[in-house]
């Protein structure tokens, strides 16, 4: 009866496996052999990957997409924890309206968020307007939404809400008995911060940069239709070698791979670190 009821419990979850291995297995895959192939001859190469490494523009594109993934991620997980340390504080309907309306950014597609920053941080945006007639500056004194600190500013709006949520269940679930404790045998607020509630803090906090990591390596839907191709990403190259005039699929899926492997190493030491500070680690 037993093996019986574990032939059962397995059997549902075929359409899962099957899933997994047609949509996402088989994909990965056959992105990864292509990519050992020339786009033209058809003969197996790895000048696919030496490209990354010496054409300058896709080590631009490496390049830029650790720095913006890292400030966006950096932005993102200072503003999600402050915002998370004060969320646990607020009265119940104050707490659950404000997780609320954090949830929503994350159900919001790419362009939707693009439009909204242009029409209120583009050139003739109405934030940038106000502000140019309340100080009196002149029409070419503006923030730049197209700039890469005007991406990191609307990625923010995603990344912010998302270390939020994690946050705020970290600090939630903060043992207030340690810290009591701590300020019973003398510490000050400097030494409970230090010693007792950033260690407690420091997985949840490195789990929740890891998720925004990973988002931001792949940011792709809004930068394209902020910017098109003028910021050069991995993801942009990517873009474009499958699908636009430089089509080029098997190039694309060593971008890809390159993607993939940079993403995957970051988690890895990120989680290294992670199970390093987790008590007892």
């Known amino acids: 009866m037993k093996a019986r009821r574990y032939i059962t419990e397995y059997l549902f ?45 896709f080590r631009t594109a490496i390049r830029n997409s650790l720095l913006f993934a890292s400030a966006c991620s950096l932005v993102g997980g200072i ?31 790419g362009l939707v968020v693009a439009f909204a920053f242009i029409v209120l941080l583009g050139r003739n945006g109405i934030l ?36 939020t949520l994690t946050m705020a269940a970290v600090f939630g679930n903060l043992d207030r008995s340690l810290v009591e404790a701590a300020r019973n045998l003398g510490a000050r607020p400097f030494q409970v911060w230090r010693y007792v509630i950033i260690p407690v803090l420091a997985p949840g906090f490195l789990a929740g940069m890891s998720i925004q990591f990973a988002g931001m390596m792949g940011a792709f839907g809004t930068v394209l239709a902020l910017v098109g191709g003028a910021k050069n990403l991995l993801s942009v190259q990517i873009y474009y070698h499958a699908s636009e005039s430089t ?20 988690l890895f030491l990120l989680n290294r670190l992670e199970r390093s500070l987790r008590p007892g680690g």
């Open 247 to 266: 089509y080029n699929l098997p190039q694309a899926g060593a971008l890809a791979v390159a993607l993939i492997t940079i993403t995957a190493s970051v």
């Open 79 to 109: 503003g999600g924890t402050f915002v998370g340390y004060i969320v646990p504080r607020l009265p119940a309907r104050s707490r659950n309206l404000l997780l609320s309306l954090y949830s929503l950014p994350l159900t919001l597609s």
């Open 13 to 57: 979850l075929l359409p899962f496996l099957g899933f997994l291995m047609v949509f996402e297995l088989y994909p990965l895959v056959n992105m990864a052999v292509r990519s050992f192939f020339d786009a033209n001859s058809g003969n197996f190469t790895f000048q696919n990957y030496i490209n990354l490494f010496t054409q300058p523009h």
């Open 128 to 163: 940038n307007l106000i502000v140019q007639r309340a100080f009196g500056l002149p029409r070419d004194v503006y923030f730049n939404v197209y700039s890469w600190l005007g991406l990191v500013v609307v990625y923010s709006f995603y990344q912010i809400p998302l270390m």
